[in-house]
């Protein structure tokens, strides 16, 4: 017997978009080039001249691409920025909220620590490419980064949310 899937229309959405997306960029590409390819990007950072694009799959995604392009509008690099590498290259007690948004992008939740007074930035990423993980970036009142947790994604792992 045959069994019929019903999609609703948002997930096949979802699923065309996925397969929609074609070659990455290459190194040299221009800004139109880019994003003919990757689309219209969830976030746009300059530096000057230098203009860095955001392409994130959050909040529930555990992939952001920066594509960075130089002075000249090409693109000099293109990455996946979630991590473990990634996030070690953070400086604690140097980095600020602007490091951290302009290295990974939007954060997929945000929360406070009540008792040290610091915001959570909470990024969903596979941490050594395997493990469902969150990295949470704690930052304090004048928006340095204090510290920095990693623990497994409760999202995707059932046993955390207490169902097994």
Same mark, same amino acid.
């Given at each position: ?62 992939? @952001? +691409? ?9 693109? &000099? !690099? ?8 990634? $996030?070690? @290259?953070?400086?604690?007690?140097? %980095? &600020? ?5 302009? &290295?990974?992008?939007?954060? %997929? ?11 959570? +930035? ?8 395997? +493990?469902? !993980?969150?990295?949470?970036?704690? $930052? ?20 955390d949310r207490g169902i097994w």
């Amino acid at each position: 017997m045959n069994k019929i899937i019903t999609l609703s229309t948002p997930i096949v959405a979802l699923l065309l978009a996925g397969c929609a997306m074609g070659p990455p960029p290459a190194p040299g590409d221009s800004q139109d080039m880019v994003q003919s390819k990757l689309g219209t990007p969830t976030a746009v950072y300059s530096d000057g001249a230098a203009r860095t694009l955001e392409y994130a799959t959050g909040p529930m995604g555990q992939f @952001t +691409w920066m594509a960075h392009l130089g002075p000249d509008g090409r693109l &000099t !690099s293109y990455e996946q920025v979630l991590t473990s590498e990634k $996030f070690a @290259t953070v400086k604690i007690d140097k %980095a &600020t909220k602007d490091d951290v948004l302009r &290295t990974f992008g939007h954060p %997929a939740e945000y929360s406070r620590v009540a008792m040290q007074n610091y915001e959570v +930035w909470s990024y969903r990423y596979k941490e050594a490419g395997v +493990w469902n !993980s969150l990295m949470h970036v704690h $930052f304090d009142g004048q928006g340095v980064v204090r510290q920095m947790m990693n623990a497994s994604d409760p999202m995707y792992n059932p046993q955390d949310r207490g169902i097994w």
